[in-house]
Nanobody, 123 residues
Framework: QVHLVESGGGLVQAGGSLTLSCANS????????MAWFRQAPGKERDFVAAISWSGGRTYYADAVKGRFTISRDNAKNAVSLQMNSLKPEDTAVYYC????????????????WGQGTQVTVSS
């Protein structure tokens, strides 16, 4: 079983940085493709970034490319999202997700989700 818990959200000014963390308290992340999604009020849950189980491949949405960095530490069962140069439009609830399907970028391919953590960027 996979049980994901996010942390690290908060309020930050535009141009600032935040690091989100995701831990799996139930079992190892090994073999799972991990991703971050976000959902703003009244909008769909959108893909943000994903990382292969080995950490060797990463994928980013165009909106965050060059500003966000996803990483993972399988020994610690943790995945992180470093967010720099934050913009007000980055404001959303951010979700960590796990999928057995390598290369998955659609939310429908992810079976396991955390409860989400709020990120608010003020202008």
């Amino acid at each position: 079983q996979v049980h994901l818990v996010e942390s690290g959200g908060g309020l930050v000014q535009a141009g600032g940085s935040l690091t989100l963390s995701c831990a799996n308290s139930a079992r190892s992340f090994s073999g799972y493709y991990m991703a971050w999604f976000r959902q703003a009020p009244g909008k769909e849950r959108d893909f943000v970034a994903a990382i292969s189980w080995s950490g060797g491949r990463t994928y980013y949405a165009d909106a965050v490319k060059g500003r966000f960095t996803i990483s993972r530490d399988n020994a610690k069962n943790a995945v992180s999202l470093q967010m720099n140069s934050l913009k007000p439009e980055d404001t959303a609830v951010y979700y960590c997700a796990a999928s057995p399907n390598q290369g998955a970028t659609s939310r429908y391919e992810y079976a396991y989700w955390g409860q989400g953590t709020q990120v608010t960027v003020s202008s």
